[in-house]
């Protein structure tokens, strides 16, 4: 992930939740808030209702293979956490893929670069 860092402080998450702006769908939640840099901060935090650690670091894992694959389409400048709900545990890499792609889209980050 080149122009991405992680979003690990509890203090730069609740920035994200109590300014940032979010939209759901079945198997993620996500918040975006702009950050004024030239680099995405990508957080991902999946709650232990989802399963155990191993399901809980699979969605995980799941997400963050879907973002770099994706990451030369975002735009940057923003503060990104993404949530894994409790359906998030059963779902595919297809189901993380389009569920992705779909909140991406609809807090418009999606540009589309011709090949």
Do not use: Q
């Amino acid at each position: 992930m080149n122009r991405t860092e992680s979003l690990k402080k509890r203090k730069d998450f609740k920035i994200v939740f109590n300014k940032g702006r979010f939209l759901a769908n079945n198997y993620l939640v996500m918040y975006i808030y702009s950050n004024g840099d030239s680099i995405n901060r990508l957080g991902i935090s999946v709650s232990k209702k989802v399963g155990n650690s191993v399901v809980r670091h699979r969605v995980t894992r799941l997400v963050k293979e879907n973002y770099r694959l994706n990451e030369n389409r975002i735009k940057t400048g923003y503060n990104i956490v993404v949530i894994g709900r409790v359906n998030s545990s059963n779902a595919s890499f297809k189901d993380i893929e389009k569920s992705l792609n779909n909140l991406l889209r609809k807090h418009n980050l999606l540009e589309y670069k011709e090949k």
